[in-house]
């Protein structure tokens, strides 16, 4: 399961059909009376972005999605009963949202209400009309006050079928989308075979929101948490951690994104390498946060890694089958300016990692909010930050290969860079989503050329010697 751009999602053409919301369900979402359960954190600052965006008269926020494949043609109607079900399993699939003069109201539409219309769309032969197709549908269909927001649709094909979805943040997060798959998979062929899907319980999000609220609302500027993000901040320049590297980006100016997707290692060397990390005291998402902080300091002379890394927040068993938002973030730094090499980093990659752990059961856009004047955003992209998911270990993560899933991310504007790892069937995997100057598709290609050479020394060798700094280390953020 692998991070592309929309962009990059250029399935063949086929006979496309899509699942709508039947009129009765329609009606049902219309007259739904408000359902008390606050929204999270996160649902706030997206929905009131997405309303300043529009405002704006900008895109709204974007969209994420899924795609997998199946074999021959599908059986429609089976493929319907299960995103039927799929949507009746997960109250995040059920909420709306409604602006109103005070802020936003969530509604949640009740699972009985729920029945799906089978839509034909039509018949495409040339792949480019198709995804010209699905650029405006996935676009249209995702805003998050129109509910649903999101699109099920399949392209069908005797030789094999592309089923994807996509949906608005509110209701799903990375770990979600993985969730989507092995839903809608083992519910298809449930269907199909006529037997009872091998799905477990799953537990509620808004129940999840409601937690997050109570926890945050009993935060103070005056919490230990706060100060521990006061202070990173501060070593930051009173603003979010920027990309290591130089992208060319001119401040107060966005440019086009684009998504650069590729394998750092393949599957025997992802192995040799996490099992040189575990041999140094570490492990493989640390390894690579080493790498990361190795090849930027001997690009730029800093001698300290500032980033964001996302935390799950499914802290209860019924949740990590759940589909929603389930995702704080928190700082994480460390230094090498005492390191001579990779297990060197390695270690200090590690505890900052540790320590970084403790900060998942705090909301983080509620202790952003308690920083005041401290924090000053300084770039649309608030934070730089890098993320990891082993999706070999996810539910259905065994059917990948079979699958062969991607995310899709729909790329719009952007002013810094965000990394994403994944541990895959076929190796270590990663995509950033970066702007496009000038000179970043360049800075990029270097940068993951570099980390490359880390690795694959390391998985080899067991450690890598820091080269000298290439520029004075007394550049901003050393």
């Given at each position: 399961?692998?991070?592309?751009?929309?962009?990059?999602?250029?399935?063949?053409?086929?006979?496309?059909?899509?699942?709508?919301?039947?009129?009765?369900?329609?009606?049902?979402?219309?007259?739904?009376?408000?359902?008390?359960?606050?929204?999270?954190?996160?649902?706030?600052?997206?929905?009131?972005?997405?309303?300043?965006?529009?405002?704006?008269?900008?895109?709204?926020?974007?969209?994420?999605?899924?795609?997998?494949?199946?074999?021959?043609?599908?059986?429609?109607?089976?493929?319907?009963?299960?995103?039927?079900?799929?949507?009746?399993?997960?109250?995040?699939?059920?909420?709306?949202?409604?602006?109103?003069?005070?802020?936003?109201?969530?509604?949640t539409v009740p699972a009985d209400a729920i029945a799906l219309d089978t839509t034909p769309v039509r018949d495409f032969d040339d792949a480019g009309e198709l995804f010209g197709y699905l650029t405006e549908r996935?676009?249209?269909?995702?805003?998050?006050?129109?509910?649903?927001?999101?699109?099920?649709?399949?392209?069908?094909?005797?030789?094999?079928?592309?089923?994807?979805?996509?949906?608005?943040?509110?209701?799903?997060?990375?770990?979600?989308?993985?969730?989507?798959?092995?839903?809608?998979?083992?519910?298809?062929?449930?269907?199909?075979?006529?037997?009872?899907?091998?799905?477990?319980?799953?537990?509620?999000?808004?129940?999840?929101?409601?937690?997050?609220?109570?926890?945050?609302?009993?935060?103070?500027?005056?919490?230990?948490?706060?100060?521990?993000?006061?202070?990173?901040?501060?070593?930051?320049?009173?603003?979010?951690?920027?990309?290591?590297?130089?992208?060319?980006?001119?401040?107060?100016?966005?440019?086009?994104?684009?998504?650069?997707?590729?394998?750092?290692?393949?599957?025997?060397?992802?192995?040799?390498?996490?099992?040189?990390?575990?041999?140094?005291?570490?492990?493989?998402?640390?390894?690579?946060?080493?790498?990361?902080?190795?090849?930027?300091?001997?690009?730029?002379?800093?001698?300290?890694?500032?980033?964001?890394?996302?935390?799950?927040?499914?802290?209860?068993?019924?949740?990590?089958?759940?589909?929603?938002?389930?995702?704080?973030?928190?700082?994480?730094?460390?230094?090498?300016?005492?390191?001579?090499?990779?297990?060197?980093?390695?270690?200090?990659?590690?505890?900052?990692?540790?320590?970084?752990?403790?900060?998942?059961?705090?909301?983080?856009?509620?202790?952003?909010?308690?920083?005041?004047?401290?924090?000053?955003?300084?770039?649309?992209?608030?934070?730089?930050?890098?993320?990891?998911?082993?999706?070999?270990?996810?539910?259905?993560?065994?059917?990948?290969?079979?699958?062969?899933?991607?995310?899709?991310?729909?790329?719009?504007?952007?002013?810094?860079?965000?990394?994403?790892?994944?541990?895959?069937?076929?190796?270590?995997?990663?995509?950033?989503?970066?702007?496009?100057?000038?000179?970043?598709?360049?800075?990029?290609?270097?940068?993951?050329?570099?980390?490359?050479?880390?690795?694959?020394?390391?998985?080899?060798?067991?450690?890598?010697?820091?080269?000298?700094?290439?520029?004075?280390?007394?550049?901003?953020?050393?």
């Amino acid at each position: 399961m692998k991070p592309i751009a929309f962009e990059d999602f250029r399935p063949a053409p086929g006979r496309v059909i899509e699942w709508t919301v039947s009129p009765t369900t329609a009606a049902a979402a219309r007259t739904a009376p408000v359902d008390s359960t606050p929204l999270s954190y996160n649902q706030q600052l997206h929905l009131m972005s997405y309303l300043a965006l529009v405002n704006a008269g900008q895109p709204g926020n974007p969209w994420i999605g899924v795609a997998f494949e199946l074999p021959g043609a599908v059986d429609l109607d089976a493929l319907g009963r299960a995103f039927t079900t799929f949507v009746q399993r997960h109250d995040s699939l059920r909420s709306g949202f409604r602006p109103t003069a005070t802020g936003i109201e969530r509604y949640t539409v009740p699972a009985d209400a729920i029945a799906l219309d089978t839509t034909p769309v039509r018949d495409f032969d040339d792949a480019g009309e198709l995804f010209g197709y699905l650029t405006e549908r996935l676009a249209a269909g995702t805003n998050p006050f129109d509910w649903p927001p999101y699109v099920f649709g399949v392209i069908t094909r005797e030789s094999g079928s592309t089923v994807y979805v996509a949906m608005d943040h509110t209701t799903s997060d990375g770990y979600s989308l993985a969730l989507v798959v092995n839903d809608v998979h083992e519910l298809y062929l449930a269907e199909r075979d006529g037997r009872a899907p091998a799905l477990p319980e799953v537990g509620s999000f808004n129940a999840h929101a409601a937690l997050e609220i109570e926890k945050g609302e009993g935060l103070t500027a005056d919490d230990a948490v706060v100060g521990r993000w006061r202070e990173f901040i501060g070593r930051c320049g009173g603003t979010g951690p920027r990309f290591a590297l130089d992208l060319g980006v001119e401040d107060g100016r966005t440019y086009d994104q684009d998504v650069y997707n590729t394998m750092l290692l393949n599957a025997e060397d992802a192995e040799a390498f996490d099992q040189a990390c575990r041999a140094a005291g570490g492990g493989l998402f640390p390894g690579v946060l080493a790498a990361m902080a190795i090849v930027g300091r001997e690009m730029t002379g800093r001698e300290r890694f500032l980033s964001v890394t996302p935390l799950h927040t499914r802290f209860k068993p019924e949740w990590r089958s759940s589909m929603g938002w389930f995702i704080t973030c928190a700082p994480l730094e460390f230094s090498t300016s005492e390191a001579k090499g990779f297990t060197d980093v390695l270690a200090s990659a590690n505890s900052a990692l540790r320590r970084t752990l403790g900060n998942a059961k705090f909301p983080a856009s509620k202790i952003v909010s308690l920083l005041g004047d401290a924090f000053r955003p300084s770039r649309r992209d608030m934070f730089s930050m890098v993320s990891y998911i082993d999706y070999r270990k996810m539910p259905g993560g065994q059917h990948h290969a079979a699958l062969r899933p991607v995310t899709l991310g729909q790329t719009l504007q952007a002013d810094d860079a965000h990394v994403w790892t994944s541990r895959v069937a076929e190796g270590l995997h990663v995509a950033i989503r970066y702007p496009v100057t000038g000179s970043s598709p360049a800075v990029i290609d270097e940068y993951i050329a570099r980390i490359r050479e880390v690795l694959g020394r390391v998985a080899v060798a067991g450690d890598y010697p820091i080269m000298g700094a290439m520029v004075d280390a007394s550049a901003p953020g050393a």
